[in-house]
């Protein structure tokens, strides 16, 4: 059970029977008023966004949903499958459904799918992840044009921006959160 | 410092390092907050953070330590001092409540609280219009003030708009009515405030009686207090009354906040006996307490409170 002092950002409840996950939240306090916690929230099924205002006192259930480690199979057009290891169970989701976790998925990589009533709605992947730089201008010594950093292109298509000295074929580390570069890696 | 230990810092810190504009600021505004009440007379008082019984208000939690709470205000204790003959006194001081945490909010902030014996709310609100003129012009900055993209003019006198009125103009209902079906704070945080305080400064005035339980009644108008809130650019900055003097009546509204308290399953503060007593002797009086961090934010053009303070509790 939450309460309205635990909502914030990505806590996920329940809401008319509907899992809902919160995008954003203010704290609000008028004077000597009530404290009150505004929300919006988008149903994790429809997608639709809903804004509610929340009392100190109020209480909610968290999302009834269950997380399940799956592999990621293939896309194919704006489907994109996986598979459960243990049982072989194939799902689907939605380009939608997945997000801005399309930048970072690529064959057999592992993900928690989310799933609210057995139906796959979402995807959480882990918050760092390894891709190999599949296109990269060459960095000239001296050269001051590019700046602090360049841009490169991931072996997912996803285009991201590395310090001047990392070069085309290494792998690198991106953190899925912010979508930005945090190292290399070996391999 | 060498470049590698530089390299090194942690976010926060060098988040710390990106406030010099905004604590010097700070610090220069709380210098002329000073300038501006010793040249008008005020003496300066200190009063104790750890006191044992808090005001008993329905919304307003304090933090308890050792034995008693730290305080959510200085009010009780300054009152007793103009009870006492101290008719011009102000403080600036750090004040704690339980989970005000937002944009706007800290569980512990500063406050500037001053009263003023012989006179009313009125006559504060021409104090906050001077003070703000005062402390832009010492900043030497000019008669308008830019916060987010507003230009709001200092030129007094500022906007004095009663709060029945705001409600007739922002929303579908009447305080009355508002306060009914317990919509009272909700209407005014998404209808009312963010159009306050737009070109000029507002002073929402006369609140219902209820919403106020150290304020006097209204001299005219039945129903409403003699209470005001100073918004600016939509941002709430100052809450003042015409105090209560009477301390049948105090005892007597302080005994409903407890009893609203006690039926949200709030903690029911000590009863603040000493001050009750106190308040025989009380002359009429206007007391106002100022969000320092938030005028801070003001002048700064911050729309966080996080910006005007060295640390947050995160933080630390």
């Not at chain 1, 954003?24 to 008028?30: A, I, T």
């Not at chain 1, 243990?86 to 939608?96: A, D, H, K, R, V």
């Not at chain 2, 939509?234 to 009477?246: K, M």
């Not at chain 2, 206007?286 to 938030?294: K, N, Q, S």
């Amino acid at each position: 059970m939450y309460t309205a002092g635990d909502l914030r950002k990505g806590i996920k409840i329940q809401i008319d029977n509907d899992p809902y996950v919160i995008i954003d939240f203010q704290f609000v306090k008028p004077g000597k008023g009530q404290a009150l916690y505004r929300c919006k929230m988008r149903n994790m099924i429809s997608g639709a966004i809903l804004d509610r205002t929340y009392r100190s006192g109020d209480t909610f259930s968290p999302a009834d949903m269950q997380q399940r480690k799956m592999q990621f199979l293939y896309n194919q057009e704006k489907e994109y499958h996986f598979m459960d290891v243990n049982n072989y169970e194939q799902i689907m989701l939605t380009e939608e459904q997945v997000g801005d976790a399309k930048n970072y998925l690529i064959d057999n990589m592992e993900a928690e799918v989310l799933l609210y009533n057995d139906l796959a709605i979402g995807l959480t992947l882990p918050n760092f992840v390894e891709l190999r730089i599949v296109k990269a201008e060459p960095w000239a010594k001296g050269d001051s044009v590019a700046g602090d950093s360049k841009p490169v292109t991931l072996e997912t298509g996803y285009v991201v921006r590395v310090p001047p000295f990392v070069e085309e074929g290494t792998k690198i580390q991106v953190d899925t959160r912010t979508g930005e570069y945090v190292t290399r890696v070996k391999g | 410092m060498s470049p590698a230990s530089k390299d090194n810092r942690s976010l926060i810190e060098s988040g710390l390092a990106g406030k010099q504009f905004c604590l010097g600021l700070r610090a220069g505004i709380i210098q002329i907050i000073r300038q501006f009440f010793i040249a008008r007379g005020y003496l300066e008082v200190e009063t104790p953070f750890l006191i044992p019984a808090p005001a008993p208000e329905a919304h307003i939690d304090a933090l308890p330590a050792g034995l008693g709470f730290l305080h959510p205000s200085p009010e009780l204790c300054m009152k007793r001092l103009v009870c006492a003959g101290y008719t011009k006194i102000f403080q600036i001081c750090h004040c704690f409540r339980q989970a005000e945490r937002g944009a706007r909010h800290l569980p512990e902030f500063t406050l500037l609280e001053w009263y003023q014996a012989h006179q009313d709310y009125l006559a504060l609100m021409d104090e906050c219009e001077e003070l703000f003129v005062f402390i832009s012009r010492e900043l030497g900055r000019g008669a308008e003030l830019i916060y987010q993209g507003q230009t709001i003019r200092l030129q007094r006198p500022w906007e004095r708009l009663t709060v029945s009125a705001a409600f007739a103009q922002y929303t579908d209902l009447d305080p009355a009515t508002a306060l009914a079906q317990d919509r009272f704070d909700e209407l005014m945080v998404t209808c009312i405030e963010p159009r306050l305080g737009q070109n000029r400064p507002t002073f929402l005035k006369d609140y219902p009686a209820s919403l106020a339980a150290l304020a006097r009644l209204h001299q005219e108008t039945p129903g409403v207090a003699e209470r005001f809130e100073l918004y600016v650019a939509g941002l709430e900055l100052a809450n003042a009354f015409s105090e209560l003097i009477d301390p049948g009546e105090q005892a007597q509204r302080f005994k409903k906040e407890q009893a609203q308290r006690a039926a949200q399953h709030k903690t029911v503060y000590p009863w603040p006996r000493k001050f009750i007593e106190a308040l025989a002797d009380m002359p009429p009086c206007a007391g106002i307490a100022l969000g320092v961090d938030r005028l801070v934010m003001l002048f700064a053009d911050q729309p966080q409170i996080d910006a005007v303070v060295a640390f947050t509790p995160e933080e630390l």
